[in-house]
């Protein structure tokens, strides 16, 4: 069962992020700002425009940053290798809503360490809960993955 929750819930943080580059290249990331609960090597859910996706969260000199976010787990480690050509639905993203490098944008968090949205600041989104996947049958997938 799932819920939905509007990014004006009191159940949702809102934080102001930001887009920059990614590396050398003229893509937009995502930079995540200080104050939200994540880390390096998180593999989060990120709804743009109402859709799950998935991403990584890297970092560099400056922080805490989302390059891409794809349709699913696979193509989600398939773009981070020099034979993966997902689509980045970021990038998408920005292209859709005119956000530039250096443009704000905020970051909700739906579900600390798991669910995030991502909206144009001024909007309103509303995002749909859902659980999270069972840690076991997780940790099975991923060794499957990793073999």
């Known amino acids: ?15 102001r992020a930001r887009l920059a580059r990614s590396g050398g290249t003229r893509l937009p990331c995502l930079r995540i ?3 939200a609960d994540l880390s390096a090597g ?32 696979k193509r989600m480690r398939e773009a981070g290798t020099a ?4 689509e980045n639905r970021l990038v998408e ?3 859709e809503h005119d956000r530039e490098p250096g443009d704000a944008v905020e970051l909700d968090e739906v579900d ?3 669910l995030y949205g991502l909206c144009v600041p001024g909007e309103r989104a ?5 659980k999270r ?3 076991g049958l997780q940790d099975i997938a991923n060794s499957l993955y990793d073999s």
Do not use: N
């Not at 069962?1 to 934080?15: G, P």
């Not at 034979?83 to 997902?86: C, I, L, R, T």
């Open 83 to 86: 034979g993966g050509d997902a």
């Open 126 to 130: 509303v995002y749909t809960v859902t």
């Open 133 to 135: 996947p069972d840690k």
């Open 42 to 73: 998180d593999e989060i859910r990120l709804v743009l425009d109402g859709d799950q996706r998935h991403a990584t969260v890297t970092s560099d000199s400056k922080g805490l940053l989302v390059r891409g976010a794809y349709d699913d787990r």
């Open 112 to 114: 600390p360490g798991y």
């Open 93 to 95: 993203w920005a292209r």
């Open 1 to 15: 069962m799932s819920d939905r929750l509007a990014s004006d819930a009191a159940e949702v943080t809102s934080h």
């Open 33 to 35: 700002p200080e104050e």
